[in-house]
T-cell receptor
Framework: GDSVTQMEGPVTLSEEAFLTINCTYT??????LFWYVQYPGEGLQLLLK?????DKGSNKGFEATYRKETTSFHLEKGSVQVSDSAVYFC??????????FGAGTRLTVKP | DAGVIQSPRHEVTEMGQEVTLRCKPI?????LFWYRQTMMRGLELLIY????????DSGMPEDRFSAKMPNASFSTLKIQPSEPRDSAVYFC?????????FGPGTRLTVL
């Protein structure tokens, strides 16, 4: 079945460092891909999404490109801030409308 | 837009007691999801509804768990009897097109 694999955390960075969180997927058909973010004590919030190959989702300085050839959707940000500290979830929605979430990657940004 | 509303936000109960969690989805969204999040198991899909009809309840851990959606604006997740291993954060989410919107969650502690 469809699945998502994302890099294990935790990830600890200094402020203004470059961030990459890897995400790869397995799916039949043409899934939509998502990154969600969960701040402490809150529910998941949609960060960005891409619905077809080569689409780039972007929001709040974060970007991810839907790469069908490598079945990847890596999350990147050029300069992280302390306020970006959160847990990040990669997810896909397959042709059967089921949503699959990765295990989550905890990011801590230190001043 | 008030977003997905969940109540209560926190629940502490004793083993053997009945627990009812409530969710009000965003108006106009026709799919509703219940998730459970724990440190050990991450985010697990318990059940989801389309147009108030349960579609997939394969994630419901056992018969102690039940969920209903009597109308488009309300859903409940009931645990009876509750056990300490049910302690977790329970999230409700509703979906429009291919994007899920999460509520703030209910933190359940079973003593």
């Amino acid at each position: 079945g469809d699945s998502v694999t994302q890099m294990e955390g935790p990830v600890t960075l200094s402020e203004e460092a470059f961030l990459t969180i890897n995400c790869t997927y397995t799916a039949t058909g043409y899934p939509s891909l998502f990154w969600y973010v969960q701040y402490p004590g809150e529910g998941l919030q949609l960060l960005l999404k891409a619905t077809k190959a080569d689409d780039k989702g972007s929001n709040k300085g974060f970007e991810a490109t839907y790469r069908k050839e490598t079945t990847s959707f890596h999350l990147e940000k050029g300069s992280v801030q302390v306020s970006d500290s959160a847990v990040y979830f990669c997810a896909l929605r397959g042709d059967n409308n089921d949503m699959r979430f990765g295990a989550g990657t905890r990011l801590t940004v230190k001043p | 837009d008030a977003g997905v509303i969940q109540s209560p936000r926190h629940e502490v109960t004793e083993m053997g007691q009945e627990v009812t969690l409530r969710c009000k989805p965003i108006s106009g969204h026709n799919s509703l999801f219940w998730y459970r999040q724990t440190m050990m198991r991450g985010l697990e899909l318990l059940i989801y509804f389309n147009n108030n009809v349960p579609i997939d309840d394969s994630g419901m851990p056992e018969d102690r768990f039940s969920a209903k959606m009597p109308n488009a604006s309300f859903s409940t997740l009931k645990i009876q009897p509750s056990e300490p291993r049910d302690s977790a954060v329970y999230f409700c989410a509703s979906r429009l097109l291919d994007t899920q919107y999460f509520g703030p969650g209910t933190r359940l502690t079973v003593l």
